[in-house]
T-cell receptor, first 115, second 119 residues
């Protein structure tokens, strides 16, 4: 299993451009999440999804949109990129029945710079 | 008030010594979960250990153990016999509410502790 995969690994955007960060998991997890990590800080939740077709806002959703058409994929859309969105973005998934816990497993991250 | 507080921005520890990373939390929910993650310089987030609020015993995973003091609302990570590869950022995180309730899976993270192991 590949676990949680994210593409791209790095991206530089100009102010006002749009892009989609891709996230996929092959663990059949119901729950998926998007976090951002600013320099020297912990992670903050942007959006999450409890299943295909169901999404909800996290702590810092402004400037982002998500969709969840399949169990495996959870893309994050940035519209009109701003310098404040320069960050490292992590996708995660959870609900592993084997462990009996809701441990979240993270992808490798996407480093985004908006200039 | 901060839900997760990690008061040690950085720590330096001699190789092979034990190290304790502090984490205190704030919640009024009787059901919650506490997690520790490791973030090496490569950037990925690696799950280390989990403690449920109703677990009777402290969690252990190899060299990692969690010193869970419920009355003090603390969940310190203990790493025994530290190794050079333990140098990384360590994050404490909390889920509020029971696992079974939809929407309770969100994690709140602390600001992290940067651990450096000295040879």
């Amino acid at each position: 299993n590949a676990g949680v995969t994210q593409t791209p690994k790095f991206r530089i955007l100009k102010i006002g451009q749009s892009m989609t960060l891709q996230c996929a998991q092959d663990m059949n997890h119901n729950y998926m999440y998007w976090y951002r990590q600013d320099p020297g800080m912990g992670l903050k939740l942007i959006y999450y999804s409890v299943g295909a077709g169901i999404t909800d806002k996290g702590e810092v959703p402004n400037g982002y949109n998500v969709s969840r058409s399949t169990t495996e994929d959870f893309p994050l859309r940035l519209e009109l990129a701003a310098p404040s969105q320069t960050s490292v973005y992590f996708c995660a998934s959870s609900y592993s029945k084997d462990r009996g816990t809701d441990t979240q497993y993270f992808g490798p991250g996407t480093r985004l710079t908006v200039l | 008030a901060q839900k997760i507080t990690q008061t040690q921005p950085g720590m330096f520890v001699q190789e092979k010594e034990a190290v304790t990373l502090d984490c205190t939390y704030d919640t009024s929910d009787p059901s919650y979960g506490l997690f520790w993650y490791k973030q090496p310089s490569s950037g990925e987030m690696i799950f280390l250990i989990y403690q449920g609020s109703y677990d009777q015993q402290n969690a252990t995973e190899g060299r990692y153990s969690l010193n869970f003091q419920k009355a003090r609302k603390s969940a310190n990570l203990v790493i025994s016999a530290s190794q050079l590869g333990d140098s990384a950022m360590y994050f404490c995180a909390m889920r509020e509410g029971p696992i079974s309730n939809f929407g309770n899976e969100k994690l709140t993270f602390g600001t992290g502790t940067r651990l450096t192991i000295i040879p």
